[in-house]
């Protein structure tokens, strides 16, 4: 009866069995992104992702991350990537296509385009409305996150990314990151439709700050933080994470450089306990400006309907 070598029989020997069935079957796997090489791949130099799959590396070609092309590969560092296994070079095979080039040991050619393909499939299955997933920011605008959550691309409005109403997300995100969703809405592929159509929030994983509200009264005057300043809607101040007022620009503001961060009185006009809003007036500490000035009542609080 014959029996394993002790070589076979070895952890290392088990991960690569895994590496194998992976081309085989086309079975999904993930590694950690540890560096970025140039390797010479059927006679060109070819910028590669090098990954960690279990103690063993692998080279992700840039043209097999993604549909996508990423012009930095640097914020992918660090980053946990979908494979399957195109090939795994032996020091033998990788001699005689490249004999200039001396490899000492196997390596495997991850594909994550191939990955994301069989991800999606399984994805359009199983999906359902209230799942939560981990989802890969592929790609960010002012006012968009562009996610892949397992495989299928998905736009994310910055009004669903969080309480806070950034300016531009490209200030707080960044290419390779991830971010956990919740699946609020489901379209399944069909013949009219052969995308399908899924809608996510990140938003309502997060704890609603208007439970806050209870700490605050109309006509009281409080503490906040300048958050920005839109010519058109005025001064949003921050009362407590997510928790914003929306204020005029005071009479005289002209004479201040107000800027983001800046420490603001407000005293509160209206609670709207049905859409959370709160209106208020912003008052500035000197007295030529702000609720003190006799000029603040002409200047009114006359909001865009847009708001």
């Known amino acids: 009866m014959s029996t394993l070598t002790e070589e076979q029989n070895t952890p290392k020997a088990e991960v690569w069995r895994e590496l194998r069935t992976s081309r085989t079957r086309t079975r999904v796997l ?11 791949l059927a006679g060109q130099s070819m910028k590669c992702l090098k990954l960690d799959y279990k103690g063993i590396y692998g080279y992700m070609p840039s043209n097999k ?12 560092m660090g980053s946990n990537f979908e494979f399957v296994v195109d090939e795994v070079i032996t020091p033998r095979q990788h001699n005689e296509a490249e004999p200039q080039e001396e490899v000492e040991v196997e390596y495997f050619l991850a ?3 191939k990955a994301l393909e069989v991800m999606s499939e399984l994805f359009w299955k199983q999906v359902e409305v209230d799942q ?10 002012s006012f968009r996150l562009y996610l892949l959550v397992e495989g299928v691309e998905i736009v994310l409005d910055r009004t669903e990314v969080d309480y806070n109403l950034y300016d531009d997300l490209r200030t707080v995100f960044e290419i390779g990151q991830t971010i956990d969703v919740k699946v609020m809405k489901v379209e399944k592929p ?14 309502v994983l997060m704890e609603d700050p208007w439970r806050f509200i209870k700490d605050f009264k109309e006509r009281g005057t409080y503490l906040g933080t300048l958050q920005r300043i839109h010519p058109e809607f005025g001064m949003f101040v921050e009362l407590k994470p997510g ?25 509160i006009r209206h609670i709207d306990h049905v859409n959370h809003k709160i209106l208020g007036t ?10 003190n000035n006799k000029n603040l009542s002409r200047s009114g609080l006359r909001w865009s309907a847009k708001y």
């Open 65 to 76: 991350i993604d549909n996508y092309e990423f012009k930095n590969l640097q914020h992918l």
């Open 132 to 141: 939560r997933y981990t989802a890969f920011i592929k790609g960010i605008d």
């Open 30 to 40: 993930f590694a950690q992104v540890v560096g970025l090489e140039d390797l010479s």
């Open 111 to 113: 594909n994550r385009i």
């Open 190 to 203: 069909t013949e009219d439709n052969p995308k399908g159509d899924v809608s996510v929030s990140a938003k």
């Open 282 to 291: 912003a008052i500035n500490l000197n007295n030529s400006i702000g609720a």
């Open 243 to 267: 928790l914003t007022v929306k204020c005029n620009v005071p009479a005289g503001a002209s004479r201040r450089p107000f800027k983001r961060g800046d420490e603001i009185n407000v005293k």
